[in-house]
């Protein structure tokens, strides 16, 4: 079994709408989690950082943890087909353990 | 420094042949990863540099595979006698070491084995 499983994909939603990408892990050391997005072909991109359990906003991104339930969220508000990418999260402490990704695709 | 880079961006190469790619960390990080990522999966850690010390490899890293960083500046990771299997994307990653704050990603050397 893999240390950060997520909700496999595809995700296709109309411009404008919220995306919700869950992600759970199971090695309750973990205490950084990261959101990346990537494109084809190309590195993953840091979108958002959280340490320990919580909430972090930055702009229409939403991320959040639940250590209790091993459980991390990413919301995207507003959603833009420039948005249209693979979101990976990861979770570790020293490295990171990675989700296979989901790939969403913002319909204009 | 515009972040970390990765050399070469493509290569593909004949079975059994031996390849090198290079990573040039982002220049205060004193901590490098290398990651292997195939087609619809996330990245999947290799090995890790703390300076120029390599404190870490994974299980996936066969006695095929060699990574260095000598001076703890860029790092090579030199795969021998190349198989189809390895095809991927190599992933280079820098931090500073202060927990992962600024964990950043290259654009990778994409891997064919023909």
């Known amino acids: 079994q893999k240390e950060v499983e997520q909700d496999p994909g595809p995700l296709s939603v109309p411009e404008g709408a919220i995306v919700s990408l869950n992600c759970t892990y199971s090695?309750?050391?973990?205490?950084?989690f990261m959101w990346y997005r990537q494109y084809s072909r190309k590195g993953p991109e840091l979108l958002m950082y959280?340490?320990?359990?919580g909430n972090k906003e930055d702009g229409r991104f939403t991320a959040q943890v639940d250590k209790s339930s091993k459980y991390i969220s990413l919301f995207i508000r507003d959603s833009q087909p420039s948005d249209s990418a693979t979101y990976l999260c990861?979770?570790?402490?020293?490295?990171?353990?990675f989700g296979a990704g989901t790939t969403v695709t913002v319909r204009a | 420094d515009t972040g970390v880079s990765q050399d070469p961006r493509h290569k593909i190469t004949k079975r059994g042949q031996n390849v090198t790619f290079r990573c040039d960390p982002i220049?205060?990080?004193?901590?490098l990863y290398w990651y292997r990522q195939t087609l619809g999966q996330g990245p999947e850690f290799l090995t890790y540099?703390?300076?120029?010390?390599?404190?870490?490899k994974s299980r996936l890293l066969s006695d095929r595979f060699s990574a260095e960083r000598p001076k703890g500046s860029f790092s090579t990771l030199e795969i021998q006698r190349t198989e189809q299997g390895d095809s991927a994307m190599y992933l280079c990653?820098?931090?500073?070491?202060?927990?992962?704050?600024?964990?950043?990603f290259g654009s990778g050397t994409r891997l064919t084995v023909v």
């Open positions: 990653a820098s931090s500073s070491g202060q927990g992962l704050h600024g964990y950043t």
């Open positions: 090695n309750s050391a973990f205490q950084y």
């Open positions: 959280t340490y320990s359990s």
């Open positions: 990861a979770a570790g402490d020293y490295k990171l353990s």
């Open positions: 220049s205060e990080h004193n901590r």
């Open positions: 540099f703390q300076n120029e010390a390599q404190l870490e």
